[in-house]
């Protein structure tokens, strides 16, 4: 029989859980650099770019001590890409830690 206690409950719960998840993607961190470590990007698992670092040896290129601005592009993109990639990453062991090994369609389970 229909019991709306036990979805107030169940609601609660899962809104428990939302709360978890979230404060949680906050305080993950990740870092990813390309380059050889000439660009490093700082992502939290909201995969919101906290930081980027660029190593002052990025911004000269060899010839002539001018910039390389299109070499400096492509390892900022990289960088931050790789920080992605890493922060979806943590966010899906961190979702599968939080369910308990649930198998829910969608969350990679």
Do not use: W
């Not at 290129?61 to 601005?69: A, N, R």
């Amino acid at each position: 029989m229909f019991n709306p206690a036990k979805i107030s409950e169940m609601l609660s719960k899962a809104n428990q859980m939302q709360e978890e998840v979230q404060k949680k993607l906050a305080e993950t961190v990740v870092e990813a650099a390309s380059g050889g470590g000439a660009v490093t990007a700082t992502m939290n698992g909201k995969k919101e770019l906290l930081k980027l670092r660029i190593d002052p040896s990025a911004v000269i290129g060899l010839s002539g001590g001018q910039p390389d601005v299109e070499m400096l592009e492509d390892l900022i993109v990289a960088a931050v890409n790789e920080a992605g990639r890493k922060a979806d990453e943590a966010i899906k062991s961190n979702v599968q830690g939080l369910l308990g090994g649930l198998n829910i369609p969608g969350l990679g389970g």
